[in-house]
C-alpha cells in the first residue's frame, strides 16, 4: 500500500510539472506566431495542458492530504480542469479545421505581397 501511495504522489508530481511546461511552450508559441487562427489553435492547446494542470494538482491535493477541505478543494480544481479541459479541446478541434484555410489566405497574401515589391 505504501508503494502505491509513493507511486502515485510522483506521478502526480511529475505530471504537474509537465503539465505546466507544455503549458508555457504552448504559450510562447502563441505569442510568436503571426497568424490569428493558429494563435488561437495554440492558445486552445496551451489552455487544454492547463487544464489538465488543474487536475493533476486537484489530485494530489487529494490524496497527499486527507480532510476536508482539501478533498473541496480538490474536487473544485478536477471538475474545473476537467470542464476546461473539454471545452477547450472543442475548441482546438474548431481552429484545427479552420487552419487550410488560413494557409491558403496566408498564401494569397504573400503572393500578393511578392508582386508589388517586383513592380
Do not use: C
Not at 502505491?4 to 505569442?31: E, G, N, P, Q
Not at 492547463?50 to 476536508?68: D, K, R
Not at 475548441?91 to 505581397?113: M, S, T, V
Amino acid at each position: 500500500m505504501e508503494f502505491l501511495y509513493t507511486f502515485a504522489v510522483s506521478f502526480l508530481v511529475t505530471a504537474i510539472f509537465v503539465t505546466f511546461l507544455l503549458f508555457v511552450v504552448y504559450k510562447v508559441r502563441k505569442i510568436r506566431t503571426v497568424r490569428d487562427v493558429r494563435a488561437a489553435y495554440y492558445d486552445s492547446i496551451a489552455r487544454i495542458w492547463l487544464g489538465l494542470f488543474l487536475v493533476a494538482f486537484g489530485l494530489n491535493t487529494m490524496i497527499q492530504f486527507h480532510t476536508l477541505v482539501a478533498y473541496i478543494i480538490g474536487g473544485l480544481f478536477v471538475l474545473l480542469g476537467g470542464y476546461q479541459t473539454y471545452h477547450f479541446n472543442k475548441a482546438r478541434k474548431y481552429f484545427k479545421g479552420n487552419l487550410p484555410i488560413e494557409e491558403q489566405a496566408w498564401q494569397e497574401f504573400e503572393a500578393k505581397k511578392s508582386k508589388r515589391k517586383t513592380r
